[in-house]
């Protein structure tokens, strides 16, 4: 259990059996009476945020979060498949929950899946992930107007701008968090 002077930027609590996490927090101790915690929650499950206000008093109950080592195994129309590496169990994700991870999911890619009892809601990627390039025009010295870069295709569908010298059937690494070029995968 958490009380109100417990409540901070990232805590994660339970209200009304839906997990949120504290995206702002503020502490206001008017000059009478009882101190308030104003704060902003996001529902980890629908996106919606609301901004309620606590008294010293109020208690939460933690959420009920866990983390999972699953492997990706496909996706169907808008439905996202992994597999639990452990117990060989199957989770689905919406394309809503999957977000913009789908540019770096390729098969048997092991993420991390964040589960609200047993109900999945969320995904962690590794930080870099290596893909390969499947369309990269040719680089014409002198364009100076794309400047020293040129845009090309990963196997995902992915579309990012690489330095000249990456070439269509390269594989190169890209950070999951920025979705930027880092470097070529030595073969």
């Known amino acids: 259990m958490y009380t109100a002077s417990d409540l901070r930027?990232?805590?994660?609590?339970?209200?009304?059996?839906?997990?949120?996490?504290?995206t702002e927090f503020q502490f206001v101790k008017p000059g009478k009476g009882q101190a308030l915690y104003r704060c902003k929650l996001k529902n980890m499950i629908t996106g919606v945020i609301i901004d309620p206000t606590y008294r010293s008093g109020d208690t939460f109950e933690s959420a009920d979060l866990t983390e999972r080592r699953m492997q990706y195994l496909y996706n169907q129309e808008d439905e996202y498949c992994f597999m639990d590496v452990e117990n060989y169990e199957q989770s689905v994700l919406s394309k809503k929950q999957v977000g913009d991870a789908k540019n770096y999911l390729?098969?048997?890619l092991e993420v991390d899946i964040l589960f609200f009892g047993e109900r999945p809601i969320g995904i962690t990627l590794p930080n870099f992930v290596d893909l390969t390039v499947t369309r990269a025009d040719p680089w014409a010295k002198g364009d100076s107007v794309a400047g020293d870069t040129k845009p090309v295709t990963l196997q995902t569908g992915y579309v990012l701008r690489v330095p000249p010298f990456v070439e269509?059937?390269?594989?190169?690494?890209?950070?999951?968090?920025?979705?930027?070029?880092?470097?070529r995968v030595k073969e």
């Open 106 to 108: 390729t098969d048997n």
């Open 9 to 22: 930027k990232g805590l994660k609590i339970q209200i009304d059996h839906e997990p949120y996490v504290v």
């Open 168 to 183: 269509e059937g390269g594989k190169i690494t890209v950070d999951t968090r920025t979705g930027e070029y880092v470097t």
